[in-house]
């Protein structure tokens, strides 16, 4: 990985944690074979962990919520011709070439998302194919699915300009994403290598202190109410 042409940026990567080092240590492992991780380090942004984290670029993000810690990456981490990789710790890496891919993907200057998610059956209505990839056409309502947040990246020509709505406690963040780079930016977001990646916690540590249910409707509500939904 890494700029092969002009025209391919370093991917870096930005994950929040929260204790649950055994998921963190498992992605580094894995991560570790596929990248050089000195010249393409792995951002860790430790969200207030029981114990002190051990892991090398990790940054204290305290107190924040999603949205705030990924624009504090944004601001302080990601340079201006980097692609930039957002990811839980909760994810098995299944695909030896999951971040090199994404990278290629990224060089379509039609492009402004990509996430290796798992494609759902009942998305299929909300896609469309070009040639071999499958683009995802954000939907309304806003509720209807989508490539979901625990693994997606957008190149410099979104970052520069985008910022994730930090009203958001929790959802919605990766839909409002989606929605910009679709509606107003005139990109595509597209949900290719559907096999690159597994879930394997069913939720995510960053949310475990959350009321989601309460969260989750409040955040539709700002989502609803940024987009004229209502």
Known sequence: MGSRTGEIRDVIIVMPVKDRDDMTDQFID??????????????????GSTE????????????LNIHQQWNWALDHLVRPIDNVCF????????????????????????????????????????????????????PAPADAGGPAGFCFAVPPRVHHRFRFHEPFQWWFGDTDL?????????LHCTVDMATGIEHIDGGSQSSKHLDLADVTAADRVLFEQKWRLT
């Open 30 to 47: 894995r991560y570790s074979q596929q990248v050089d991780c000195e010249a393409h380090p792995l951002h860790i942004l430790d969200n």
């Open 87 to 138: 990811v839980n710790n909760d994810i098995r890496l299944v695909d030896d070439h999951t971040f090199g891919a994404l990278e290629e993907v990224l060089t379509d200057m039609s492009i402004g998302v990509v996430s290796p998610n798992h494609g759902h059956p009942t998305h299929a209505a909300m896609q469309q194919r070009s040639g071999s990839r499958v683009l995802y056409v954000p």
């Open 52 to 63: 002190p984290p051990r892991w090398m670029h990790v940054h204290d993000t305290a107190g």
């Open 178 to 186: 989606f929605w910009t780079v679709h509606y107003l930016y005139g």
